[in-house]
């Protein structure tokens, strides 16, 4: 039997209709989380927040296409299920049965979607393919993951932990596992909403130095940004605990050697007694469970990982009406 909740303090969320960052959105592209700005973010994550409650009736009768060459549940279904309750249309574009699939150059797909869609999510290995297609068509482009960063999740996982505790500002976050696209996002959105953030991996994955260098910048010495191999250290007194699958998508060669490597990630019970006694745990799904994470952390009290993947929607929806506008 589950656990009851942990029941958190929550600070009211004021209530304002859209404001002036909404506007301000429209028509732009979301590449990486660094795309946004603090008030932006902030602004997201109200409309995410108000239409989760029920207390915005925003429209967006417009055309999402979704081209994704890497498998997906959360993202392509929260994204689809998102844009049919704000009155919209999807399409998926899967590679297998378009000409994306045969070669297309990158450069005439993007101008013909242009003509078609009103928005167009991608999700592929190379953020430089990201890009092509965010030069050449005019209509809003977004990062439904690649390689080098996972912006949309990031919101979602924001999300989760304001609706926890109230706040973000001060909070602390620490990851354990892979330097992967998750940790980046998740460094760069930490230090633009004011959070500390400790990343764990062992000393051979740690994540790109360029993400690590614009986490810093961004946060200007005010908040902690920690690289370690010590598990136990990133943990002490942190207020969420995320984890990530040990090898990501493409990665699955790799899989069985790196378990020795990263068991000591393992987000476990005895891990969570290093953290703050309200302390929540993230999952960005799919977990392996018994691997980086144990069923019982999974289903336990501290557990928010269903919470976070419901937001993926909410928070992709305030995207989307604010990407395209709404009426």
């Known amino acids: 039997m589950l656990q009851e909740p942990i029941v958190f303090w929550r600070k009211p969320i004021n209530l304002t209709h859209r ?27 109200q409309i995410a927040a108000q239409l989760k409650a029920g ?6 009768h417009k055309v999402l296409g979704l081209l994704f060459s890497k498998a997906s549940t959360r993202t392509r279904v929260s994204f689809s299920v998102a844009m049919y309750q704000l ?3 999807v399409i998926d574009l899967n590679p297998n049965v378009t000409q994306v699939g045969r070669g297309e150059p990158i450069v005439d797909t ?14 592929t290995f190379d953020q430089k393919e990201l890009e092509t297609f965010a030069q050449y068509a005019q209509i809003p482009i977004i990062n439904a993951l690649t390689d080098l960063e996972h ?42 909403m004011g959070m500390n953030v400790r990343v764990a991996t062992p000393l051979a994955y740690q994540p790109n130095p360029d ?13 902690e940004v920690l690289l370690t191999d010590d598990p136990w250290l990133a943990a002490k007194g942190a207020h969420v605990i995320y984890t990530d699958v040990w090898a990501s998508m493409g990665q699955e060669a790799s899989a069985d050697s790196r378990i020795p490597v990263f068991q000591p990630y393992q987000v476990n019970e005895q891990l969570l007694m290093s953290a703050d006694s309200e302390a929540i745990v ?33 928070a992709q ?11």
């Open 19 to 45: 404001g002036k960052n909404m506007e301000a959105l429209k028509g732009r592209d979301l590449l990486g989380v660094a795309d946004l700005s603090t008030d932006e973010i902030q602004e997201l994550l």
């Open 55 to 60: 207390q915005l009736n925003l429209r967006c």
């Open 87 to 89: 009155g919209g249309q």
């Open 110 to 123: 993007a101008r013909v979607l242009d003509r078609y869609l009103d928005i167009l999510a991608i999700r």
């Open 151 to 192: 912006p949309c999740q990031v919101l979602a996982d924001l999300l989760t932990i304001q609706e926890c505790f109230g706040s973000l500002a001060g909070m602390t976050l620490t990851y354990l596992g892979d330097g992967n696209n998750v940790a980046h996002s998740l460094m760069l959105g930490c230090a633009l």
């Open 211 to 223: 993400i690590v260098g614009k986490a810093q910048q961004i946060s200007g010495g005010k908040t």
């Open 282 to 314: 993230l999952h960005c799904l799919p977990a392996h469970r018994g691997e980086e994470i144990t069923d019982e952390v999974m289903e336990g009290k501290r557990s928010r990982i269903w919470d976070q993947a419901e937001n993926r929607m909410h």
């Open 317 to 327: 929806k305030a995207l989307l009406v604010s990407l395209l506008g709404a009426n």
